[in-house]
């Protein structure tokens, strides 16, 4: 099968993953065999590679916002059939055994595999998952369509739900891209009622224009002072002062809470009385269960979500990630692997 591999750590300016043939896996006991239609461009991406994140082993194939069809089963595996269109997301596997996974915690198991950093992704045309992580994709969404749902979408809905929003509060998106322009359209829908005010950077009019598109009831820049403040806020950026930002926005009690696996700048000095006192919180959102998968993937059928994408082929990987990391991308980035 083709592949794009990525051999070391290094800059994603060196365009570093490569086009190779590779070896197509072959799925295991309870696994399912995976022909990829398209994977999603995920922000996580540049931190495996440039090391923040780094992989388990090289080389290795990244990408966890899978969409395919069903193409062999391993033995023992009855869930789905040859042919059905499934999804898998970051999550790979977990132990199922330990105090995290016994309490559905399975986020924070120890012994749990990500998809794309320890095991093998989904820029590739095949893949294998044990199918117990993987998830039928509701039949409204395209393949395109689908694939940033399994993260930004499935890891912003965690974020919303850890936010403690709640209808007729005030709601603070911080940054713009493929999670939040998807969180907007699930508060939208599920708190009619509140308003949702949105910090980009001001050079960033192409989210500006998405985040007016969909519904933001207030635009401003990181550093801007908002008309109100805020019950709750989540933080997109991979910068740390938006933190900050957020918590000095902060009403009484609020939480913001943190969508990002790792920040390229520090979070700045805190000063208690403006950014905590109050009972106002910090938290930071660590991956998915397979559970906000499940009720997700479902709800955003429901609502409908409609994710704004920008489509690349397999080989393009490289110039989709440098769009991202400058943060020139459209919506989401999606890898077209299977017409
Ligand atoms: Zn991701
Ligand atoms: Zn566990």
Not at 29 to 42: A, E, M, N, R, S
Not at 168 to 187: P, R
Not at 214 to 243: M, Q, R, S
Not at 273 to 300: C, G, I, M, Y
Request: charged fraction near 25%; charge should be negative; include cysteine.
């Amino acid at each position: 099968m083709k592949a794009m591999l990525l051999d070391e750590v290094s800059s994603v300016e060196e365009k570093p993953l490569r086009l190779m043939d590779f070896p197509r896996p072959i799925p295991a006991q309870g696994q399912i065999l995976v022909k990829v239609y398209t994977c999603g461009v995920c922000h996580t991406e540049l931190d495996e590679i440039e090391g923040r994140v780094a992989p388990s082993g090289f080389p290795m194939i990244l990408g966890h916002e899978i969409v395919g069809r069903v193409e062999a089963l391993g033995s023992g595996a009855s869930k789905f059939q040859k042919g059905d269109r499934v999804g898998i997301a970051w999550i790979n596997w977990a132990c199922g055994n330990c105090t995290f996974c016994l309490k559905g915690e399975e986020n924070l198991c120890s012994k749990a595999k990500w998809t794309g950093k320890d095991v093998y992704g989904g820029y590739a045309q095949y893949t294998v998952v044990s199918e117990d992580f993987a998830y039928p994709i509701p039949e409204e969404f395209s393949d395109v369509k689908a694939a940033p749902l399994l993260c930004a979408g499935v890891i912003g809905y965690r974020a919303l739900r850890l936010s403690g929003m709640e209808d007729g509060m005030i709601l603070g998106l911080y940054g713009f891209g493929a999670s939040a322009h998807i969180v907007i359209q699930v508060a939208k829908y599920k708190y009619s009622n509140s308003r949702v005010f949105v910090f980009t950077r001001p050079e960033q009019k192409e989210h500006q224009d998405l985040a007016k598109k969909l519904g933001a009831d207030w635009i401003g820049a990181t550093g801007d002072t908002p008309p109100e403040k805020l019950d709750c806020a989540i933080d997109f950026t991979p910068v740390g002062e938006p933190v900050r930002q957020a918590l000095g926005n902060l009403q009484k009690g609020g939480r913001v809470v943190i969508n990002a696996i790792r920040k390229v700048t520090p979070i700045p000095e805190l000063d208690y009385t403006e950014h905590l006192w109050n009972e106002k919180e910090v938290k930071s959102v660590a991956n998915v269960v397979r559970k906000d998968a499940q009720e997700f993937l479902p709800l955003a059928a429901e609502i409908p979500i409609v994710p704004e994408t920008q489509e690349f082929g397999l080989k393009e990987a490289n110039e989709a990630l440098i769009l991202l990391k400058e943060g020139r991308m459209h919506g989401a980035g999606v890898l077209q692997i299977t017409e």
